[in-house]
């Protein structure tokens, strides 16, 4: 728009205007102002980016020591599991609460890796479980967490032999922790003739120093089967192995060093595959230690398939107190013990297992959970807790596996 406008002279041929926009047509001091706080802006993404920077680097450098603790509790689990109390966990919890207290103030800054924020924040929680009970203790809230499972190799018969138990002894503090058992069934999935001990671990990956313990004998070509076992709910406590009696109601003992056998019935317990776990055959009568003593898992005409836990006195070789739950054994694919309290899993597919119920011996109280735990096979033939290192052990279509668990404090 023209306007006149009172001009001054300057010079013998320039004449110069002086002209004012209202600041609706341009506005100069609020485009100063944006200028600035642009470039302030700038600064302050600029200083963000370089505190990324700083955390990426300070989150790979936990990364590794979470990684590093858990390889020397690992270390402690495999090579030294009698030094695993309070005071050899001491330095271990304090880098894991330090841990814990950089993970939470990250948690709550919008940082552009909370991926790897929660990542790290879920190991550490594993972790710390893990560390707060000691191997022994029964203060905790339970089962918490199951980790992937690591095989261990296949059973010293072959993979003709699908069914069967391992593990090593699991009567809680014993002086044989380190020896090692390995129980295949026969082809036919339901006798148990033998089983192979191993001194230790080393021994038995490398197949070396094996001692076998017949449970049956040969005489005149014919098999005397007076002791040997079916179904694979076998477990090893205090140097002594613990089956079910073939065709019989009766629970078996056979002392590890000595050779002596036992056999005492179980009464009113059912047998011959009337109620198995589902998937595998003859383990109508399943025997389980933890921290508490020796178990044993079997049903009853009275409790109608209903799973019963009883309590194994080891010194008259009796079951003292039972308890009946409401949980149909032939719905399950195994079950474990851990401080008195019954854990019972199923199938979810070839790859998936789920820890779905559980009874509380000591309230009498039951309820459903779900942990998940990967499966290498579909099958699941025996699976045993072990206080000794927190582990469960599994046979599962011919190969050992075993799996660390956690507990919540």
């Excluded at 076998?212 to 040969?218: E, G, I, N, Q, V």
């Excluded at 009275?302 to 719905?331: E, M, R, Y």
């Excluded at 990967?374 to 052990?393: C, F, G, I, Q, T």
């Amino acid at each position: 728009v023209a306007q006149n406008a009172t001009g001054i002279l300057a010079g013998k041929d320039h004449c110069v205007c002086e002209v004012l926009l209202p600041d609706s047509s341009f506005p100069a001091k609020r485009v100063g102002a944006l200028e600035d706080e642009t470039i302030r802006l700038s600064n302050r993404v600029e200083d963000e980016m370089q505190k990324l920077e700083e955390q990426d680097i300070i989150l790979d450098t936990y990364s590794e020591k979470i990684i590093n603790l858990t390889r020397r509790v690992e270390y402690l689990e495999k090579l030294h599991p009698e030094s695993l109390v309070e005071i050899s966990f001491e330095v271990l919890k304090r880098e894991i609460r330090e841990l814990e207290m950089y993970i939470s103030a990250m948690r709550v800054k919008p940082n552009g890796n909370s991926v790897q924020v929660e990542t790290l924040y879920n190991e550490n929680l594993k972790a710390k479980p893990s560390l707060m009970v000691p191997l022994g203790s029964c203060q905790h809230q339970g089962l918490a967490h199951i980790s992937k499972p690591n095989l261990m190799q296949l059973n010293w018969k072959g993979n003709a032999y699908k069914s069967g138990a391992w593990g090593k002894d699991a009567a809680w503090n014993t002086t044989k922790k380190s020896l090692y058992w390995v129980a295949p069934l026969n082809t036919d999935g339901r006798v148990l003739e033998s089983i192979r001990i191993y001194p230790s671990m080393s021994d038995l990956q490398m197949y070396k120093n094996p001692i076998d313990l017949p449970l049956s004998r040969l005489i005149k070509n014919k098999l005397n089967n007076t002791f040997a076992g079916q179904g694979a709910g076998v477990v090893v406590h205090n140097n002594n192995l613990y089956y079910n009696c073939f065709n019989s109601h009766d629970m078996c003992r056979a002392s590890l060093t000595s050779g002596v056998y036992q056999k005492k019935p179980l009464l009113n317990a059912l047998f011959n595959n009337r109620f198995s776990y589902a998937g595998t055959m003859f383990q109508d009568m399943d025997f389980s230690s933890d921290e508490k003593g020796l178990w044993v898992i079997f049903t009853t005409e009275k409790s109608a398939g209903k799973i019963v836990v009883g309590k194994v006195n080891v010194a008259t070789f009796t079951v003292d107190n039972i308890w009946i739950t409401t949980q149909n054994k032939s719905d399950a694919s195994n079950a474990f013990m851990i401080c008195g309290v019954l854990y019972v899993t199923r199938s979810l597919g070839p790859k998936m297992e789920e820890v779905f119920y559980m009874f509380d011996t000591k309230t009498g109280k039951e309820g459903h959970l779900s942990i998940m735990m990967e499966k290498m096979a579909e099958k699941v033939h025996s699976l045993s807790y072990n206080s000794n290192d927190r582990k469960l052990y599994m046979f599962s279509e011919g190969y050992l596996l075993h799996y660390d668990i956690a507990l919540k404090p």
